[in-house]
């Protein structure tokens, strides 16, 4: 019992800290500060989210002329109001840290997320006793949402039921471990951002129906952590909605972050249980020095995998999981967003091990126009699915993004020196083969 108390003890100590990740903080209220390989948008009112939607949609509509099969990036916070989606993530993740503390008293602390089980009676029992519902109240829950019918609840379950619950009148309580009282979990969220919800939703439901009616993919970009949980709940709606017969949302999964691996599984099997195409961008990510001054300042642990080769790992991780789901006949689908020719290398190898041919058109690639050519080209030559992504507006905004894109690719200059002694060599054999040209 005291190794149970103590675990318990150590999960609600840290969920506290976690909890600090988010919550609004003024000094990153610009949080372009300390980015290097993305951009980002400021909000200034609804007008403008809408002005942002129509450029979107104008990128749809070039990406539908230019390929096929072809993708659309867009970004959430261009489509709502960065607060908001800070305290949305805050939510999403006070409720998420309950059902671990209540599993860490029962002595499962440090269990892989899907592991993660608890029994329906116990949790009833624990909710009457904390005064949150009675043992009727709680029954009707798990009845009427068709949970629990295995005797037991887990994340995915239990992240269902707050679903079902955030939308009844009786506000969904949780306890403060620090004061002993309970606490209305949607304290904070406010008429207008009751209709923040409904506008983004609304304009990506817009962009989702434009780039079906095109053929053409919609990609929703990972962003900083503190917004990240709500942005993957949003999409995942969306992908509910859309993605029945065919992958047409992406979510983006950035592999520098601890979570990553849990958050990729999670979605891989709620899109089984829910039935419909799970569908992700694989990348490194793009703000690293900006989370770890965030994660000192305001005293909660870094989320970035600690060395680049962790990150390494975890990319791997994630993207064997998809593959192996792809190979079992899953609807699964995966875009390698990576400049890395081992990471290219792993997933040529595990595609030809586990028989996953190009043609199935399950796996893609792609990399940033004007990078890694000698990566892009012989990849598409040998029958690959392989895009180049185009950062596209006004020449004094993307040009400092290409530059720090560049600063953040690590070893860019070796490979753009490689690139060089490859056109070399390939303007060399066509001279002395005679076909220039050709």
């Known amino acids: 019992l005291s190794s149970r108390t103590s675990a318990a003890e150590k999960e609600m100590g840290g969920a506290e ?6 919550r609004v903080h003024q000094g990153f209220g610009d949080h372009h500060g300390g980015v290097t390989g993305a951009h980002t948008y400021f909000y200034t009112d609804e007008a403008k989210c809408d002005q942002h939607m129509e450029t979107f949609l104008r990128c749809i509509d070039a990406s539908s002329g230019s390929s096929e099969d072809g993708f ?8 709502a109001r960065p607060q908001f989606l800070v305290r949305f993530s805050e939510v999403l993740v006070k409720w998420q840290r309950f059902f671990h ?8 602390a440090g269990r892989a997320v899907l592991d993660t089980k608890l029994q329906v009676e116990k949790l009833q029992e624990a909710l009457a ?4 519902a009675s043992k009727a109240e709680s029954q009707q829950w798990f009845t009427g949402e068709n949970l629990g019918t295995s005797g037991t609840v887990d994340l995915l379950d239990w992240n269902r ?3 079902s619950r955030s939308k009844l009148s009786k506000p969904l309580l949780i306890p403060n471990r620090k004061t002993g009282q309970l606490e209305p979990l949607l304290s904070r969220f406010s008429e207008e951002e009751e209709l923040q919800m409904k506008r983004v939703l609304q304009r990506m439901d817009v962009l989702a129906r434009r780039a079906m009616e095109k053929g053409v993919r919609l990609m929703v970009d990972a962003e900083q952590s503190y917004f990240q949980p709500a942005i993957s709940r949003l999409t995942v709606e969306m992908q509910r909605r859309f993605n029945g017969s065919q992958p047409l949302i992406y979510n983006t999964y950035q592999c520098y972050l601890r979570e990553a691996y849990n958050n ?10 829910e039935g419909w195409h799970f569908s992700t961008k694989l990348v490194r990510g793009a703000y690293m020095e900006q989370e770890r001054e965030r ?5 909660y642990e870094d989320p970035i995998n600690p060395t680049y080769e962790k990150t390494n790992e975890m990319y791997h991780r994630c993207l064997d ?6 190979k079992q006949r899953r609807k699964a689908s995966v875009m390698v967003a990576t400049h890395n020719e081992d990471t290219v290398k792993f997933t040529l190898r595990r595609m030809m091990e586990l028989g996953i041919h190009p043609s199935d058109k399950k796996v893609c690639f792609g990399q940033l126009l004007g990078m890694c050519d000698q990566i892009t080209f012989p990849l598409g030559q040998a029958g690959f699915p392989v895009y180049k992504y185009v950062p596209y507006g006004p020449v004094n905004e993307v040009l400092p993004y290409l530059s720090r894109r560049a600063q953040e690719n690590r070893g860019f200059m070796q490979r753009a020196n490689r690139e060089r002694d490859l056109l070399w060599k390939e303007v060399k054999r066509r001279l002395l083969s005679g076909n220039l040209f050709s």
Do not use: P
């Open 17 to 22: 800290k976690r909890e600090k990740q988010y």
């Open 72 to 79: 659309s990036a867009i970004k959430l916070t261009a489509l």
């Open 101 to 108: 503390q209540m599993a860490a008293e029962e002595g499962q």
């Open 129 to 132: 006793n904390l005064g949150i």
């Open 161 to 163: 039921l707050f679903d």
């Open 264 to 273: 990729v599984t999670g979605d891989v099997e709620l899109s089984r249980r």
């Open 295 to 299: 994660a000192a300042q305001m005293g």
């Open 321 to 326: 999981y998809v593959l192996e789901k792809i």
